[in-house]
């Protein structure tokens, strides 16, 4: 559900119902390009909050009943499809900002130094696209809430440790540095590509904290009927085959990144159809369907 870098995961939009399609869409349209505002190019930090500052205030206008940006402003292609999605599926104006305030901390905020700030980032980076997408197929509850912020903060977080080199070499780190310092994993460990036993000690606990929350996460995919659900199993089973790669790989991310090939597909197809939930994968199962 978390709309992001999630190459791995499976977008299936075939599977959406037709009438999804378009405001789905829409919200892609706008996390992505605020995303690449926050990210992308050479842009001074303080261009970079100037551009989003115009994305809050078109979402204000929204919010406020007033007209849009004009149709010769570039936000207007953004947000003018954007606007009739939230008005027709009644869509919570505070996700959207939310996002935003996610992609603003991206612009100054390059180290976690605990836990906490860490999953406060994911809350509001991916876990309002979860909560979107529940409300419009009208299944926004307390405890489809509770899972999907589970799954979408879990694929966030397999998302930043398959990512860390890429990350590195673009000034963040996402690892908290209380835990870099528990390990005693040092950012010249990181910068020289260090797989040591430190190391793999850290990941591995990170890892399986992304593999915790899948999992809790999962019984959403089978609550949802039709092909919600099952587009749900197949990007849960997308992030665990990521986090068995990174098994595999022992953590070295440095030399590879984890990718999924086709023989992964069938894989995740397998798994998708299973019945049971509570099933847990590991890498020991690995070539296992």
């Excluded at 119902?17 to 405001?23: E, K, S, T, V």
């Excluded at 980076?125 to 009208?138: E, F, I, K, Q, T």
């Amino acid at each position: 559900m978390a709309i992001d870098h999630y190459e791995n995961f499976p977008v299936a939009s075939i599977l959406l119902p037709r009438r999804l399609r378009a405001p789905i869409t829409h919200i892609y349209r706008f996390a992505r390009s605020a995303d690449d505002i926050a990210d992308e190019g050479t842009a001074l930090p303080s261009q970079r909050l100037a551009l989003l500052a115009g994305f809050r205030e078109a979402l204000r206008q929204i919010q406020d009943g007033h007209p849009l940006p004009d149709p010769s402003d570039t936000r207007h292609a953004i947000f003018a499809p954007l606007e009739r999605s939230i008005r027709e599926f009644k869509l919570p104006l505070q996700h959207f900002f939310d996002l935003l305030s996610a992609f603003e901390q991206d612009v100054v905020m390059h180290r976690y130094p605990n836990e906490d700030a860490l999953l406060d980032y994911c809350t509001r980076s991916a876990n309002p696209v979860g909560r979107l997408v529940l409300h419009l197929y009208d299944a926004a509850n307390d405890e489809n809430t509770r899972d999907s912020d589970a799954i979408c903060t879990g694929l966030q977080l397999t998302n930043f440790w398959q990512d860390v080199a890429i990350d590195w070499n673009n000034g963040r780190l996402y690892i908290p540095l209380d835990a870099l310092a528990r390990h005693g994993v040092t950012e010249e460990d990181i910068a020289g590509g260090s797989g040591c036993a430190a190391w793999e000690d850290l990941m591995r606990g990170l890892v399986q904290q992304a593999r915790t929350l899948l999992l809790s996460g999962l019984p959403l995919a089978y609550r949802l009927r039709g092909r919600a659900g099952f587009e749900l199993r197949l990007t849960v089973q997308g992030g665990l085959r990521i986090l068995e790669r990174l098994e595999q790989l022992h953590y070295n991310i440095f030399a590879h990144r984890p990718t999924l090939g086709k023989p992964d597909w069938i894989v995740l197809l397998v798994r998708a159809l299973r019945k049971n939930p509570e099933v847990s994968y590991n890498s020991r199962d690995i070539n296992k369907a």
